[in-house]
């Protein structure tokens, strides 16, 4: 079984569900590194950010695919981010700040062997 690089909780998986009802399928998401809209996941309409060579696919959440630039990654990689839901407002681009919820960035360490595994799987 392939460890995945990013979770989300239950909560995560609702909220995702409701914010495609009432958006669309479409969305994706982007780890914020920092400054204005704070260190957390932002949930995107599809397309709606630019998508580069400078940023790392890490997965899909509730459908949706998850990226984080390649220089945060660099930090991260030995982390998996585990997407919760917390009630407050988050980053104002993202599109569950609305709903009085914010997308919460957690992370526990890989052990050593699901190093091993995600180190294996890239080669």
């Known amino acids: 079984m392939m460890v995945d690089k990013v979770t989300a909780t239950e909560a995560t998986l609702e909220l995702i569900e409701f914010l495609k009802k009432k958006h ?20 995107y309409l599809s397309g709606e950010l630019t998508i580069g060579p400078g940023d790392e696919y890490l997965g899909a959440i509730g459908g949706c695919p998850f990226y984080m630039s390649k220089s945060q990654y660099e930090y991260w990689k030995h982390t998996q981010l585990i ?11 993202s599109l569950e700040g609305p709903e009085g919820k914010a997308f919460h960035t957690r992370s526990r360490v890989f052990t050593d062997e699901e190093l091993a595994e995600l180190s294996s799987a890239k080669n």
């Open 83 to 93: 997407i919760d839901v917390i009630d407050g407002h988050g980053g104002t681009f």
């Open 24 to 43: 669309g399928n479409e969305l994706m998401f982007h780890q914020s590194g920092g400054c204005c809209d704070n260190s957390a996941a932002n949930c």
